[in-house]
């Protein structure tokens, strides 16, 4: 199987952890993006959508899905996203579409977090791919000197603009053995939106797309 064919099998395969009649939180990437597909073919069958992107929510509408303000919102049964890395312990590093922000936005007001893989983000270790940093714009410089002080090099991701007018410094050669201390570390750093690591929130549930089939993985 490609690596979209696993993808599609675990965006479909979220559908069951769909609650009827409420309001579905829906991450951005291509995998959420076969989620998409899939929630489509039961949208009678639920209220809306929250988003966590302009893609997505251009997607969502597309197909005739009301998408709601989060601050209309009282609350979120179900969030459904991908993830660059995740581990054993549920811990992930997202980011890779920029959307790390309102995806951890979205996920903290989450019941139940459900990650859709592929099989290749399974890692034993986090920091294998560039971290993802939000940057407000004037602070660029000086949250990246701040990095580098916390063991990291990293790159800015020219031309791109986050969905909230911000910037992304991509994080290298980290090697993440305290995912929860790193988190926020880098959330202290003045001038940091927030970062990728999704460790003191993280997935509630894997499903991770094999050529065996699609595994589920809780902590
Ligand atoms: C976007 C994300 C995505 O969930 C992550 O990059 C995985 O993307 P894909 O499903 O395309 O592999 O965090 O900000």
């Known amino acids: 199987m490609t690596q ?3 993808k599609k099998a675990v965006g479909w ?3 069951e952890y769909v609650p009827e009649d409420t309001i579905v939180g829906v991450g951005t990437g291509s995998t959420a993006a076969h989620f998409i597909d899939a929630l489509a073919t039961i949208k009678h069958k639920i209220e809306g959508a929250v988003s966590s992107s302009e893609a997505s929510t251009e997607k969502l509408k597309g197909y005739g899905i009301p998408v709601f303000e989060l601050n209309s919102v009282d609350s979120i049964e179900v969030y459904v996203d991908g993830a660059d890395e995740i581990t054993k312990h549920m811990h992930m590093i997202k980011g890779g579409g920029a959307a790390l922000t309102r995806e951890k936005i979205i996920s903290a007001v989450a019941k139940t977090f459900v990650c859709v893989a592929d099989g290749s983000k399974k890692v034993d270790v986090l920091g294998n791919f560039p971290l993802p940093v939000e ?62 690591l999704f460790a003191h929130r993280g997935a509630d549930i894997c499903l991770l797309g094999t050529e065996q089939g699609v595994v589920t993985m809780k902590p």
Do not use: C
């Open 135 to 196: 940057v407000i714009p004037m602070a660029r410089s000086y949250v990246a000197r701040e990095l580098v002080k916390l063991g990291g090099d990293p790159v800015w991701r020219e031309g791109v603009i986050t969905d909230n007018g911000n910037v992304i410094l991509d994080v290298h050669n980290m090697k993440i053995v305290d995912p929860k201390q790193l988190e926020h570390d880098i959330n202290m750093i003045t001038g940091v939106v927030t970062n990728g």
């Open 4 to 6: 979209d064919e696993l």
């Open 13 to 15: 395969a979220a559908l």
